[in-house]
Every structure is written in C-alpha cells, then in structure tokens.
C-alpha cells in the first residue's frame, strides 16, 4: 500500500474526528505530506500540509480547527479535525504535499460525513 486513509466516519456538526494515513517510504522519507479533501461535486483541495521539520499550514477554511501531524519513524501523518461543519464533507485524501495537478496518484481515500 502507498497511500491508505482510514478514520472517517459520520459526526455530527460541532463534533471531532481523527484521521490517519499510512505511506510508502518513498512518498513519505523527506517530504511535505499534506491532507487534501474533494466534496461531491467539488475540485480536489489541500487543506493542511506539514514539512519534514513539523512546520504547518491550513487552508483559511479548516485554520484553527483542524490540527495535522506526522510520525517520522512510522511514516504515517494525522489530522485532528475539530468543531466540524456540515462544510467539511468530503473525502479526505493524503498525499505528499505537491501542486493539485501534478498528482497521478492518490491511494484510498476516507469517507467524511458531517451531520447538521
């Protein structure tokens, strides 16, 4: 497996959920990882992205809610997704951190359901 998500599920708005995504080391070792997240009917979008050093950055609609992270030693990241809105629907993706369209592969996804 390159690229696996898991953690989805339904919560309702106001609620929290957790993510994970296990990686190949090849896509992992040395690389930004991010997290993106298509909504039905939606483009693809990034909305966290974290650098080899544990620097981070948010997407202004997931700022302040949403936190990612990563474990070097088990090529794995996170996203700690907080006070959920019925917005933030979607599949979440993860992936390393590149331009949208450069991307060819994008492994298993996670279904994100959030309830009003």
């Known amino acids: ?3 696996q998500a898991s953690g989805g599920g339904l919560v309702q708005a106001g609620g929290s ?3 994970s995504c296990a990686a190949s ?3 992992f070792s040395g690389n930004a990882m991010a997290w993106y997240r298509q ?3 939606m ?3 990034k909305v966290a992205t974290i650098t080899t050093r544990y620097s981070t950055r948010y997407s202004d609609s997931v700022k302040g809610r949403f936190i990612i992270s990563r474990d070097n030693t088990r090529n794995t990241i996170a996203l700690e997704m907080n006070s959920l809105k019925p ?3 979607a599949i979440y993706y993860c992936n390393s951190d590149r331009d949208l369209g450069s991307i060819i592969y994008w492994g298993q996804g996670t279904q994100v359901t959030v309830s009003s």
Do not use: C, N, W, Y
């Open 1 to 3: 497996v390159q690229l």
């Open 39 to 41: 909504a039905p009917g």
């Open 25 to 27: 080391r090849t896509i």
């Open 87 to 89: 917005e933030d629907t």
């Open 17 to 19: 959920l957790g993510l």
């Open 43 to 45: 483009q693809r979008e």
